[in-house]
T-cell receptor, first 116, second 114 residues
Framework: DVKVTQSSRYLVKRTGEKVFLECVQD?????MFWYRQDPGLGLRLIYF???????EKGDIPEGYSVSREKKERFSLILESASTNQTSMYLC???????????????FGDGTRLSIL | GEDVEQSLFLSVREGDSSVINCTYT??????LYWYKQEPGAGLQLLTY?????DMKQDQRLTVLLNKKDKHLSLRIADTQTGDSAIYFC??????????????FGKGTKLSVIP
């Protein structure tokens, strides 16, 4: 079974702090994704990566950055945390898309982040 | 742009069938997916259907696809309290440069009444 592991289930940080959320997958997937999930808004894509050292902006990249130094690890960075970044953060991974479409994404259990 | 629409809430009695509906916009979508999210957890892939199929059955789950109307449904037979969760529909959409992504609906919260 695919395993996507997020480093923390719950995290509490203060406004202005630099926050790192870590995600590791064990299936040699090329693609990795970071989403945030808020009530009534569903999943919104923050950033994704198709390969090591590659990153692409999603729908809501402002206030975030990412790092992918190794294929299995994808980090989300909040450069200066703000209260409106309090949310559930979900990491996902998948094989690279083929000519016919996207492979299913496999998700971690999420990190519930609170910014005080 | 691409959009996936779902009703936000569904309530059923234990033992009844649940039907969760989804409409999508990208007629070229090849795979369509259903995910389940239990409280406090990530999304779990439930099932998927290829666009050349009309129906797929997997134990208590039946997926129906109407390509003409771009309508997808998930039927859960003999719904149990453990089926209470949020269900997300997702379509595979072209994101440029030969790559595809998944576009998710906002999710349908299924509540099962004992």
């Amino acid at each position: 079974d695919v395993k996507v592991t997020q480093s923390s289930r719950y995290l509490v940080k203060r406004t202005g702090e630099k926050v790192f959320l870590e995600c590791v997958q064990d299936m040699d997937h090329e693609n990795m994704f970071w989403y945030r999930q808020d009530p009534g808004l569903g999943l919104r894509l923050i950033y994704f990566s198709y390969d090591v050292k590659m990153k692409e902006k999603g729908d809501i990249p402002e206030g975030y950055s990412v790092s992918r130094e190794k294929k299995e690890r994808f980090s989300l960075i909040l450069e200066s945390a703000s209260t409106n970044q309090t949310s559930m953060y979900l990491c996902a991974s998948s094989f690279e898309s083929s000519s016919w479409g996207a492979w299913p994404q496999h998700f971690g259990d999420g990190t519930r982040l609170s910014i005080l | 742009g691409e959009d996936v629409e779902q009703s936000l809430f569904l309530s059923v009695r234990e033992g009844d069938s649940s039907v969760i509906n989804c409409t999508y916009t990208d007629s070229s979508s090849t795979y369509l997916y259903w995910y389940k999210q239990e409280p406090g957890a990530g999304l779990q892939l439930l099932t998927y259907i290829f666009s050349n199929m009309d129906m797929k059955q997997d134990q208590r789950l039946t997926v129906l696809l109407n390509k003409k109307d771009k309508h997808l449904s998930l039927r859960i037979a003999d719904t149990q309290t453990g089926d209470s969760a949020i269900y997300f529909c997702a379509e595979s959409t072209y994101s440029g440069a030969g790559s595809y992504q998944l576009t998710f609906g906002k999710g349908t919260k299924l509540s099962v009444i004992p």
